[in-house]
């Protein structure tokens, strides 16, 4: 077999369609370092994997319910289908109130969705809380963690530990002055996580001095080999600050003490995550918290040291040039071998999946496209000289329907951008909720699919407020204004505030079940989390809501858009 025929034997496209519908050749020397990522010097194996994952009322499932059997796992046909609702969008961080610690937190999250389901939400959907690594400087970015499987102790509400008040006074004390100490970043105009992280850690040393509870020790056992690994690489990287994994010593051996130190944090994160599921639930919300899954991990990190016998070594994946990145994307992270995934039983897959849906209503995939291919960048190339590889798809979306039905939970894809064609068709399919952006989307509500998460925008895009202040984006602006007008949302002059009324009304309006405002664009923010492309030009990942988290039901802008949307939700009957 030569080169471009074993690649493909391998699942490496050849060729792939460019942002412009062209055929892109992938060169001979890209497609033979994917190879060689692959270990794939002959034909692929046909030996089935440890794990056979057949749907509900196929043949290779006859007689059999959904669930887990000796070498077979029967998933449902699809994920459970969400009541149509509305809800919020929130970055965590940004919902500081006069609580927090300087960020907001997960007590935060907590009054968030108590607050919510009294306004008529049905859910909230939130940022990656996905784990850094311990040290600073801390990572802004929730895309990129160093574990995707665990939480970030950053977003402990820590005066709501009970270990507070088994402290004796002295430390109880030292607690709540740093704790004063903390709160008094509330009023920086950016979240400064480095400043957070250095108080709460002192914190959380001095409540790890408490008695413990013996429910930590049995929730830890529960959690098995996979906690253990982060915990540990936590431990190697307190010792080793700044350097990835690959410039560690072979011989260094992790303190036990400081391995069951970043288990107990971990206990802690699962505790208030569950509290405020809880809380969103009892107070009436029929989904409750929507947990973001990030596509990748840091290279250097806890997910790639655990998985380093799954992860394609001298690759990191990417998109290819298209019209607003003419020279393509390279989002430094380590792709999974998907040959290695099905030998392991997709074990990493169907742990993370499991992880991110504990205590949780639903799950977002971010760039969704990556359960059917992933952009491979081979280490010194260009994204131009990347190539594609496909993964099973089949097997990954019947996991995800496993997890989601095990969880009661629901599925929301993001895929936008360049999709492969059919992608959407089959996420629908397997009951998985595709985005519709209103910025993206050319006709009026009507022709929004039902199997949708619509929104006015996201994390990436211009916020509600902020495309109205933008005099280069005046044809984005017209569009938006002929189909508001439409409608008959908005009158002739229309001003700011009751153009992001309208735009929120409108997608209120769609059959697609679930519609979502975000938090900042309710309060009138102009400024989006994140600016793709900048790293220092930006605030990235850094901006708070422009008023407190205790005092947002008091804006009267963000009250026009609740009542705009419980307007629409209530009174528009889906499609079919």
């Given at each position: 077999m030569n080169v471009r025929e074993l690649a493909a034997a391998h699942g490496v496209m050849t060729t792939y369609d460019d942002w412009a519908g062209n055929p892109k050749e992938v060169p001979d020397r890209t497609l033979r370092l994917v190879l060689d990522a692959l270990e794939a010097d002959g034909p692929p194996s046909r030996e089935e994997g440890p794990l056979r994952v057949v749907r509900e009322g196929s043949p290779e499932a006859e007689?059999?319910?959904?669930?887990?059997?000796?070498?077979?796992?029967?998933?449902?046909?699809?994920?459970?289908?969400?009541?149509?609702?509305?809800?919020w969008m929130v970055q965590l961080y940004a919902a500081r109130s006069r609580c927090s610690w300087g960020m907001g937190d997960l007590g935060d999250l907590a009054r968030l969705a108590r607050w919510s389901a009294g306004q008529g939400a049905g859910f909230v959907l939130v940022n990656p809380l996905h784990a850094d690594s311990p040290g600073l400087p801390q990572e802004p970015s929730p895309y990129f963690p160093a574990s995707r499987r665990w939480r970030n102790p950053l977003y402990l509400a820590i005066e709501d530990l009970p270990e507070v008040g088994l402290l004796d006074a002295d430390a109880r004390g030292e607690v709540l002055r740093l704790g004063a100490e903390a709160r008094a970043l509330n009023d920086s105009e950016l979240v400064d996580r480095d400043a957070v992280y250095e108080r709460k850690t002192r914190a959380l040393a001095l409540l790890h001095e408490a008695p413990a509870r013996p429910a930590f020790e049995r929730w830890r056992r529960e959690q098995g080999q996979s906690l253990e690994d982060f915990a540990t690489w936590c431990a190697l990287a307190e010792r080793n600050p700044g350097m990835p994994y690959q410039e560690w010593s072979d011989s260094e051996a992790a303190r036990p003490?400081?391995?069951?130190?970043?288990?107990?944090?971990?206990?802690?994160?699962?505790e208030q995550l569950a509290e405020a599921q809880r809380c969103a639930r009892e107070a009436g919300m029929p989904v409750g918290l929507i947990h973001d899954l990030a596509v990748g991990c840091d290279p250097g990190g806890a997910d790639a040291w655990a998985q380093r016998d799954v992860i394609a070594h001298g690759?990191?994946?990417?998109?290819?040039?298209?019209?607003?990145?003419?020279?393509?994307?390279?989002?430094?992270l380590p792709p999974w071998r998907p040959d290695r995934l099905r030998e392991v039983g997709y074990e990493p897959f169907r742990d993370l999946v499991r992880g991110v849906l504990t205590d949780a209503?639903?799950?977002r995939v971010d760039h969704a496209m990556g359960l059917f291919r992933l952009f491979w960048v081979p280490d010194g190339l260009s994204p131009a000289e990347g190539a594609y590889v496909r993964y099973d798809s089949d097997a990954l979306l019947g996991i995800l329907a496993y997890e989601c039905h095990r969880a009661g939970a629901i599925a929301v894809a993001e895929d936008l951008g360049t999709v492969e064609e059919g992608v959407p068709e089959t996420l629908?399919?397997?009951?998985?909720?595709?985005s519709a952006v209103l910025w993206f989307e050319e006709g009026?509500?009507?022709?929004?699919?039902?199997?949708?998460?619509?929104?006015?925008?996201t994390h990436d895009l211009p916020t509600a407020r902020g495309v109205w202040d933008d005099d280069e984006r005046a044809a984005e602006q017209e569009t938006v204004l002929r189909l508001l007008r439409a409608e008959g949302l908005v009158g002739e002059d229309p001003t700011r505030d009751e153009l992001v009324v309208a735009m929120h009304a409108f997608v209120a309006r769609t059959p697609s079940l679930l519609a979502a405002v975000a938090l900042g664009d309710a309060l009138g923010d102009p400024r989006q989390p994140n600016m793709p492309g900048t790293k220092d030009e930006y605030p990235n990942w850094r901006i708070p809501l422009p008023v407190p988290l205790d005092v947002v039901g008091d804006d009267e802008r963000l009250r026009a858009v609740v009542a705009a949307v419980s307007e629409e939700r209530a009174r528009q009957v889906p499609a079919g």
């Open positions: 007689g059999k319910e959904v669930g887990e059997y000796d070498g077979l796992l029967v998933a449902p046909r699809r994920c459970p289908t969400p009541p149509r609702s509305w809800g003490e400081r391995v069951t130190f970043h288990a107990w944090l971990q206990w802690l994160c699962a690759m990191t994946i990417g998109a290819p040039p298209d019209s607003f990145n003419r020279k393509g994307q390279d989002w430094r209503g639903g799950i629908r399919d397997n009951g998985v909720l595709g009026g509500p009507a022709t929004y699919p039902e199997n949708a998460f619509a929104s006015v925008t």
